[in-house]
């Protein structure tokens, strides 16, 4: 019996402890984990890229949303373009004609008519002529640039007369000095500018003279009075110093139609001299002229220059008129780079700028007697017709005026 119950006891405290064995991990606590491996943080297994397998190849009809359009280049905006430039030439010109240019612009030497007309004249209309006075006249003669030696001369024959006379009226007196003033411009020089063709060639002139004369803006005036009197131009702008200088002259040549010819800048000056003269001859025209550069600081750089101009174009023929510019406003000094460029060329005419500028207006009598050249043009404003051909009685007319 006693077996029995232990046995019994054994089986009740094995069912016991399976029971327990079954139940008990339901109850028991769940492992505490070290924080790495908490369940909350499962290892960072990168998370797979989404679907890394590749995408299944895009259905050829996606939606046209979803299409991505090649690139393609936008096209520059549209920029209206500009009109194109027509170069409109400028319509030709008829300048003035010559004749009676000088009569027309002798309002312009008012500022030499004051001294000749006004200063010369009141003295002269003096109850008495006696030393003094004379000697006035003198001075005023002198310090309007006639020069020593012509007022002298002047001034003694016009005493002489006046002596003869005994009873010469202010007016006679006038008459007289305008006589004395026309014979001391040498009246009888040939004036005219040899510009028609010889032997079926073009004349051929040159000018001359230093920078600031008014050269360029002459050799367009010069242009410009051959024009108004029937002849047909070509010129060249051998001065190639000065780059503004041909583009000068080629405005000026388009405003009467004369060709200009031209070389590039800084090019030798016989060279442009010798193609102006060759193109005068094939275009048949009356005259070629000639703009040289007068920058030329010794007299050896200005013989080299204007000898080379001149031997190069005389391959064509001889050069028919070499016309020296001269500044009226330069008085005295004037004369003597004057006398540098007829030593260098065969100087042939005068062409005195700027008359309108002075009171020395006597300087056309002291440039004729020192040179022995007559003035055949003076420059009498920067007008393109203020340039007129010289006539010594209309000249002195204009300085003392005509009437008593
Ligand atoms: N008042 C007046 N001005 C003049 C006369 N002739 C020329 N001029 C002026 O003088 C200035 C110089 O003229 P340009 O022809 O350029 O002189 P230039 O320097 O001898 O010319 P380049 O030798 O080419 O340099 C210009 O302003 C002309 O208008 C004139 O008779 N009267």
Redesign the pocket.
């Known amino acids: 019996m006693e077996s029995y119950i232990v046995f019994g006891l054994v089986l009740l405290v094995v069912v016991i402890g399976a029971t327990l064995a079954l139940v008990a991990p339901r109850f028991r606590k769940p492992p505490t984990l070290p924080p790495a491996q908490k369940p909350t943080a499962p290892p960072v297994k990168q998370a797979p890229p989404a679907p890394t397998k590749q995408a299944p190849p895009v259905p050829t009809k996606l939606p046209p949303k979803k299409q991505v359009p090649p690139v393609v280049e936008a096209p520059p905006p549209v920029v209206e373009a500009p009109p194109p430039v027509v170069e409109v030439p400028p319509p030709v010109e008829t300048p003035e004609p010559t004749a009676g240019r000088l009569v027309r612009l002798r309002a312009r030497l008012s500022r030499s008519q004051n001294v000749f007309g006004k200063g010369l004249l009141a003295l002269l209309s003096r109850d008495k002529l006696d030393d003094d006075t004379w000697d006035e006249i003198e001075e005023t003669l002198i310090g309007a640039d006639v020069g020593v030696a012509a007022t002298t001369e002047i001034v003694g024959k016009l005493r002489e007369r006046a002596r003869v006379h005994g009873t010469a009226t202010a007016s006679d007196l006038r008459d007289m000095l305008a006589d004395e003033l026309v014979a001391a411009l040498a009246p009888e020089m040939d004036r005219g500018l040899a510009a028609t063709q010889r032997d079926g060639r073009p004349a051929v002139l040159l000018v001359v003279?230093?920078?600031?004369?008014?050269?360029?803006?002459?050799?367009?005036?010069i242009a410009r009075v051959l024009v108004a009197d029937g002849h047909t131009v070509v010129m060249g702008a051998a001065?190639t110093f000065?780059a503004?200088?041909s583009e000068?002259l080629a405005t000026w040549g388009s405003r009467v139609g004369a060709e200009v010819v031209r070389g590039p800048e800084g090019a030798d000056p016989a060279s442009v001299a010798f193609d102006a003269v060759k193109r005068g001859i094939e275009a048949g025209v009356d005259t070629v002229l000639i703009?040289t550069?007068?920058?030329l600081q010794n007299k050896v750089g200005l013989m080299d220059e204007l000898g080379k101009v001149k031997r190069v174009v005389e391959k064509h023929g001889p050069v028919d008129e070499t016309l020296l510019?001269l500044d009226a406003t330069t008085g005295q000094n004037g004369l003597e780079q004057a006398r540098v460029f007829t030593e260098v060329v065969d100087v042939t005419g005068v062409v005195l700028?700027?008359?309108?500028?002075t009171a020395k207006g006597g300087i056309v009598i002291a440039v004729q007697r020192k040179l022995g050249i007559p003035v055949k043009l003076?420059?009498?404003?920067?007008g393109p017709d203020?340039?007129a051909p010289f006539d010594a009685r209309q000249f002195v007319d204009a300085l003392i005026g005509t009437d008593a």
């Open positions: 003279g230093v920078n600031g004369a008014g050269k360029t803006t002459t050799c367009g005036k001065d000065r503004a200088a000068q703009d550069a007068g920058r510019i700028t700027k008359l309108d500028g003076v420059g009498l404003g920067e203020d340039l």
